[in-house]
């Protein structure tokens, strides 16, 4: 089975966390929280929701992972600032591993200069951010493209799942 990261900060959406990790888990996959400090609670934005995180990003690497996971809300803002937390998605996307992110996860994507030429979907009002990035946007449920599986909002959850499993 695959081990899935799943790179975390305070302010997640909360179901954009829950439920692709609850969804892992029960798939038979191991899922792992990497946070900036390891033991820090991590709260979601909705307060039903919250998680411990295992490992700190200083004291991972991709190699370590078959997946990674990104979910939205304020979270992505946090973590895009962080060295460690680039380094890591630009070594799992050069070595082609499934990058999933949804609503403004790509905002790791975008600061970690990862979207040219690529065709992603996010939270809609990040379409510019995404375009000025280089990507393509489109506004679709999931868009699958090479190794990024990117989707907008909770509502697209199922999708994301689905294609979520479907690589690992």
Do not use: W
């Not at 995404?130 to 393509?136: E, I, L, P, Q, T």
């Not at 190794?147 to 689905?162: C, H, L, M, Y």
Request: charged fraction near 25%; proline fraction near 6%.
């Amino acid at each position: 089975m695959s081990k899935v990261a799943f790179l975390l900060a305070n302010a997640f959406e909360d179901s954009e966390m829950k439920v692709p990790y609850d969804e892992v888990k029960k798939a038979g996959h191991q899922a792992e929280i990497i946070g900036l400090k390891q033991g820090e609670t991590l709260e979601g934005k909705n307060k039903t929701a919250s998680y411990t995180a295992e490992k700190a990003i200083s004291e991972v690497s991709a190699s370590d992972y078959d997946a990674v996971v990104i979910p939205g809300g304020s979270s992505p803002e946090s973590l895009r600032l962080d060295p460690n937390i680039l380094k890591f998605i630009t070594e799992f996307n050069g070595a082609g591993k499934p990058i999933a992110a949804i609503c403004h996860g790509p905002q790791i994507l975008a600061s970690a200069d990862l979207l040219k030429g690529r065709t992603i979907t996010s939270y809609p009002p990040l379409q510019d951010d995404m375009v000025n990035a280089g990507a393509k946007f489109k506004d679709a449920e999931v868009v699958v493209e090479g190794n990024f599986i990117t989707s907008r909002t909770p509502k697209d959850e199922p999708a994301f799942v689905r294609e979520l499993l479907k690589v690992l």
